[in-house]
């Protein structure tokens, strides 16, 4: 009978064995923070991915729509694949296009006919204002005369009054 009753000392055996194979709390608790820091940066950086996705898909169809390719519309799917990998809009669109044969330049706009605004040639030996002298400002201005009867007289008005 003896044999089937645990001794004193051997209950605090079982008990030290239990400690040993059991860390302690602290470490517990370390381990735990540490797990916890880890998980919080790994969705705070996912979801910084995924914001950072939609405003480029965002960007992408603003500028999508202002593309000046007519056959763009067709290959929208593989322009965007370009954009996201981090092609700049044009370049995508020149790239996917170009290589599927439909590449054509933009239509060209004229400009409008017309206009309020005289644009005048100028010769290029003519030099800056700042550059030339009393007497060659005083030729240069009689030449607009010439060229313009009344023009140099009426730009004088305008300034004095």
Do not use: C, H, W
């Amino acid at each position: 009978m003896s044999d089937d009753l645990p001794t004193d000392n051997e209950g605090e055996n079982d008990q030290e064995e239990e400690k040993i194979e059991k860390p302690p709390r602290s470490d517990n608790r370390f381990k735990d923070l540490s797990e916890k820091v880890e998980m919080t940066a790994k969705e705070r950086d996912e979801a910084k991915a995924a914001a950072e996705a939609a405003q480029k898909e965002v960007e992408f169809y603003k500028d999508f729509s202002k593309l000046k390719y007519q056959d763009a519309a067709d290959y929208q799917d593989k322009i965007k694949e370009k954009v996201m990998a981090g092609y700049d809009m044009e370049d995508a669109a020149i790239s996917v296009l170009a290589r599927a044969g439909k590449l054509t330049p933009p239509p060209q706009r004229s400009s409008p006919a017309g206009g309020s605004a005289s644009t005048a040639i100028k010769s290029g030996d003519e030099k800056p204002i700042g550059e030339m002298t009393r007497a060659e400002k005083r030729e240069a201005l009689m030449e607009i005369e010439r060229q313009e009867p009344g023009s140099l007289s009426q730009t004088l008005r305008k300034i004095s009054l």
